[in-house]
């Protein structure tokens, strides 16, 4: 028996009852796969911690966003670098990111903390340099 036969054998009702099947099972692996997304999406934005000391953190000039996110979840800022990434590229946010340094806190979400990067909300809490220090003394307070 050759292909074409096989193929002949089926009728018009079958094929597209096939097709039928198919296209429901890819739906609904897509429908699953997306909410699972969704699901692993929304919980790696929630903060890290309810409550934490805020923390100084700073964005080097020339640092790209993947460094950036790398970084704040290294810092125990935020949960998943994937998931800061992919937010920041949601919102356009992807080449706004700012060099400075920043108060930020583990209770903070990571739609505050780019709110914040992305704005340029530097920490602008005073220093205080002794006087008499010499350059490097004041360095390393820096």
């Given at each position: 028996?050759?292909i074409k036969?096989?193929f002949?054998?089926?009728s018009n009702k079958k094929?597209?009852?096939?097709?039928?099947i198919?296209?429901v099972v890819?739906?609904?692996?897509?429908?699953i796969?997306?909410?699972r997304?969704?699901?692993?999406?929304s919980?790696?934005?929630r903060?890290?911690?309810?409550v934490?000391?805020d923390?100084s953190f700073?964005v080097e000039s020339?640092?790209?966003?993947?460094?950036?996110?790398k970084n704040l979840?290294?810092s125990g800022?935020?949960?998943n670098a994937?998931?800061?990434?992919?937010?920041?590229?949601?919102?356009?946010?992807?080449s706004?990111?700012?060099?400075?340094?920043?108060?930020?806190?583990?209770?903070m979400s990571?739609?505050?903390?780019?709110?914040?990067?992305s704005?340029?909300?530097?920490d602008?809490?005073?220093?205080?340099?002794?006087?008499?220090?010499?350059?490097?003394?004041?360095e390393?307070?820096l």
């Amino acid at each position: 028996m050759n292909i074409k036969e096989t193929f002949s054998k089926f009728s018009n009702k079958k094929w597209l009852r096939i097709t039928g099947i198919i296209v429901v099972v890819v739906f609904l692996v897509g429908l699953i796969s997306w909410n699972r997304f969704e699901s692993w999406y929304s919980h790696n934005l929630r903060p890290v911690a309810t409550v934490g000391q805020d923390v100084s953190f700073t964005v080097e000039s020339g640092e790209n966003p993947d460094e950036i996110a790398k970084n704040l979840q290294e810092s125990g800022l935020i949960k998943n670098a994937k998931a800061f990434t992919i937010y920041l590229g949601r919102i356009g946010k992807l080449s706004s990111l700012q060099a400075g340094t920043y108060s930020l806190n583990p209770a903070m979400s990571a739609e505050d903390i780019a709110d914040i990067i992305s704005n340029g909300k530097v920490d602008t809490r005073l220093l205080t340099i002794p006087p008499g220090l010499r350059l490097s003394e004041i360095e390393k307070i820096l």
